[in-house]
Nanobody, 114 residues
Framework: QVQLVESGGGLVQPGESLRLSCAAS????????MGWYRQAPGKQRELVAT???????NYADSVKGRFTISRDNAKNTVHLQMTSLKPEDTAVYYC????????WGQGTQVTVSS
């Protein structure tokens, strides 16, 4: 089993920055793909950013140039640095990991509002 614990969500004003972190623990025996998805009220969960074992990254068009995903393999953690936040970035952000099966964190709320 794999456990994912997110941290770093909160309430910010438009244009501000926020950094999310996700710590993975449990049955992880290699460097695996990790990433972030988000779900806004009334909408489907959508991909935000992913990072592979080779540090190849993929971003949703809506966050390119504003968000940066990174990982610390020694600590089994993944981070999402979010800058120039917009109200439409408001959502619950979920950490994701792929190790045989897909694993999800419980989510952390990000609210962008003036």
């Amino acid at each position: 089993q794999v456990q994912l614990v997110e941290s770093g969500g909160g309430l910010v004003q438009p244009g501000e920055s926020l950094r999310l972190s996700c710590a993975a623990s449990g049955s992880i025996f290699s460097i695996v793909p990790m990433g972030w998805y988000r779900q806004a009220p009334g909408k489907q969960r959508e991909l935000v950013a992913t990072i592979t074992s080779r540090d190849w990254t993929n971003y949703a068009d809506s966050v390119k140039g504003r968000f940066t995903i990174s990982r610390d393999n020694a600590k089994n953690t993944v981070h999402l640095q979010m800058t120039s936040l917009k109200p439409e970035d408001t959502a619950v952000y979920y950490c994701w990991l792929l190790s045989g099966s897909a694993y999800w964190g419980q989510g952390t709320q990000v609210t962008v509002s003036s």
